[in-house]
């Protein structure tokens, strides 16, 4: 009798021991002013962010509200910023300037095409690239790390050039 209690008593007290409040973390959509990756696809509201979703001063929403897009985008096998991916990095470098206690990531990715490792190293030069260029710009090294997840993370699934092209990107994130 006392077993059975205890085995229904069990579940009961894990329930209640969980946060019933919904939680912030989850998906959230890119910010953007429209730039536009190879093959011509709009980065405004593309993809997801490593980040705890858009409170109020977040950098997501500073992002936002300064119309800059949180991504930058590749050419294929590419690793260097375009003219448009440098407009991009200084709205980023100018909104770190005005907000010196926020730290952020640059999350590096690629394509589906290639190997897991080269993708993975192909993803770190691009969120090195976009790094350096926020360190040209003034940023202190301590405030930007870097990730890469190669391929893993798609923001849009699928196996064609438009597809490719919005997953050839370096995306900013809050730290």
């Keep these: 009798m006392r077993s059975r209690f205890l085995a ?22 890119g910010t953007g002013t429209g730039s536009t990756p190879p093959g ?10 490593t980040g705890t979703g858009v409170a109020s001063g ?26 448009e991916a440098r407009g991009i990095v200084d709205g ?3 909104l770190l300037r005005q907000n010196p206690q926020i730290a952020a990531a640059i999350e590096g990715h690629a394509d589906e095409r290639g190997t897991r ?15 350096n260029y926020l360190l040209s710009l003034g940023i202190q090294p301590q405030r930007v790390t870097v990730v890469s997840y190669g391929k893993e993370r ?22």
């Design 8 to 29: 229904l008593l069990a579940p009961m007290l894990i329930l209640a021991a969980c946060d019933t409040t919904p939680s912030s973390t989850g998906t959230t959509t």
């Design 40 to 49: 011509g696809i709009s980065s405004t509201g593309l993809g997801t962010s």
């Design 58 to 83: 977040s950098l997501e929403e500073m992002l936002r509200r300064e119309g800059v897009s949180d991504r930058v985008f590749f050419a294929t096998d590419g690793a260097s910023l375009t003219p």
């Design 92 to 94: 980023w470098a100018r």
């Design 117 to 131: 490792e080269y993708n993975l190293a192909l993803g770190d030069r691009r969120a090195a690239a976009a790094r």
């Design 154 to 175: 798609p923001a849009v699934v699928g196996s064609n050039e438009s597809a490719w092209a919005q997953n050839r990107r370096a995306v900013l994130v809050p730290n």
